[in-house]
């Protein structure tokens, strides 16, 4: 049974350039939420997707969008890179219930320079 | 105000001690759940056990005990017989019933350090 999974693993990108991370949901899981953590801290709530469509969304930028397959894989966009944008990106999947535990994939670190 | 609450500076503990990683949360929410999770140097975060706030008993998982005390509002996980392979970072999060599939909100997180 497959976890969840993150590509890519490492990204290195410039100032003001655009980036897309991939994740797909653990087996049977219809949610997918980002969360990004900055070194030495915990994650922070992106935002969240279930049926397609943005369902909640944290203290981020609209350089932050995001997109829910039908199979239910997600992609997390930045645009307009920032310096303060290097972090670990971590997608977390879980299957709808209230309090049902999130399952967190690897993360893709994304380093700007 | 900080919902979740980890201050422990670095924990150290023998192999095979046992270890508390304390944690206190925030929340009006008469209905919430609480979770832990470990986060090795690999940087996957891994679940280790939740407790609902209408939970009667301590939850239990294998090694992991939470000690749940509604009333200080505090959430301490217990590591029974410590192991090499418990050196990570651990977090403390929460859920709140507001909405479906409401976010989880973390704490700092605690590195503990399993001596041999």
């Known amino acids: 049974d497959a976890g969840v999974t993150q590509s890519p693993t490492h990204l290195i990108k410039t100032r003001g350039q655009q980036v897309t991370l991939r994740c797909s949901p653990k087996s049977g899981h219809d949610t997918v939420s980002w969360y990004q953590q900055a070194l030495g801290q915990g994650p922070q709530f992106i935002f969240q997707y279930y049926e397609e469509e943005e369902r909640q969304r944290g203290n981020f930028p609209d350089r932050f969008s995001g997109h829910q397959f039908p199979n239910y894989s997600s992609e997390l966009n930045v645009n307009a890179l920032l310096l303060g944008d290097s972090a670990l990106y971590l997608c977390?999947?879980?299957?709808?219930?209230?309090?049902?535990?999130?399952?967190f994939g690897n993360g893709t670190r994304l380093t700007v320079t | 105000a900080q919902k979740i609450t980890q201050t422990q500076p670095g924990m150290f503990v023998q192999e095979k001690e046992a270890v508390t990683l304390d944690c206190t949360y925030d929340t009006s929410d008469p209905s919430y759940g609480l979770f832990w999770y470990k986060q090795p140097s690999s940087g996957e975060m891994i679940f280790l056990i939740y407790?609902?706030?209408?939970?009667?008993q301590n939850a239990t998982e294998g090694r992991y005990s939470l000690n749940f005390q509604k009333a200080r509002k505090s959430a301490n996980l217990v590591i029974s017989a410590s192991q090499l392979g418990d050196s990570a970072m651990y977090f403390c999060?929460?859920?709140?019933?507001?909405?479906?599939?409401?976010?989880?909100?973390f704490g700092k997180g605690i590195t503990l350090s399993v001596r041999p």
């Open positions: 977390a999947s879980s299957l709808g219930g209230r309090f049902s535990p999130l399952h």
């Open positions: 999060a929460m859920r709140e019933s507001t909405g479906a599939n409401s976010k989880l909100t």
């Open positions: 407790q609902g706030s209408y939970d009667q």
